[in-house]
T-cell receptor
Framework: NAGVTQTPKFQVLKTGQSMTLQCAQD?????MSWYRQDPGMGLRLIHY???????DQGEVPNGYNVSRSTTEDFPLRLLSAAPSQTSVYFC????????????FGQGTRLTVV | DQQVKQNSPSLSVQEGRISILNCDYT??????FLWYKKYPAEGPTFLIS?????DKNEDGRFTVFLNKSAKHLSLHIVPSQPGDSAVYFC?????????FGAGTRLTVKP
């Protein structure tokens, strides 16, 4: 099983550029989430989805958009990248939100210059 | 506001001894707590969890203790092994909310 797959693994963007971070899972999980990890701050929830067509904001949603058209995919869009969005991004999927183990992808290291 | 805190950035223990990692939280609405382990260049992997209605959960070498009145939980690893060397994250959840601590880097020396 592939589990949770994130692409790309590394990306450098210029300020103002847009891009989409891809996330796919093959475990038929209803719940999917995006986190960012910054030094000294742990992981912070950006957006999450409880099923296809349903998304909601997490702790730090500003500057990011998401959509969930299928159970398998949950892309994260940066419409106009800013240096403050330099971070490592993790996608996760799970059967439940918060009360079951989440399976994480390997992460995307994004640098905005 | 950091609602979940891991006040020890690092911990070093000898192989075979006990490792105790601590975590404090401030939000009394949290009802489920999880520990994740993370190796460099990999995503976090689930280790163990506990519901707020329990005070202890054990899985092999790993035990999590929850003290709700103190808003404190701890992860005990015994005996510690060199392969346990990683960053450990404490996480707490409430409906629609998930918060992580900043992590504790555990080093187990042979």
């Amino acid at each position: 099983n592939a589990g949770v797959t994130q692409t790309p693994k590394f990306q450098v963007l210029k300020t103002g550029q847009s891009m989409t971070l891809q996330c796919a899972q093959d475990m038929n999980h209803e719940y999917m989430s995006w986190y960012r990890q910054d030094p000294g701050m742990g992981l912070r929830l950006i957006h999450y989805s409880v099923g296809a067509g349903i998304t909601d904001q997490g702790e730090v949603p500003n500057g990011y958009n998401v959509s969930r058209s299928t159970t398998e995919d949950f892309p994260l869009r940066l419409l106009s990248a800013a240096p403050s969005q330099t971070s490592v991004y993790f996608c996760a999927s799970s059967y439940g939100f918060g009360d079951t183990e989440a399976f994480f992808g390997q992460g995307t290291r994004l640098t905005v210059v | 506001d950091q609602q979940v805190k891991q006040n020890s950035p690092s911990l070093s223990v000898q192989e075979g001894r006990i490792s105790i990692l601590n975590c404090d939280y401030t939000n009394s609405m949290f009802d489920y707590f999880l520990w994740y382990k993370k190796y460099p260049a990999e995503g976090p992997t689930f280790l163990i969890s506990i519901s707020s209605i329990k005070d202890k959960n054990e899985d092999g070498r790993f035990t999590v203790f929850l003290n709700k009145s103190a808003k404190h939980l701890s992860l005990h690893i015994v005996p510690s092994q060199p392969g346990d060397s990683a960053v450990y994250f404490c996480a707490a959840s409430a409906p629609g909310d998930m918060r992580f601590g900043a992590g504790t880097r555990l080093t187990v020396k042979p």
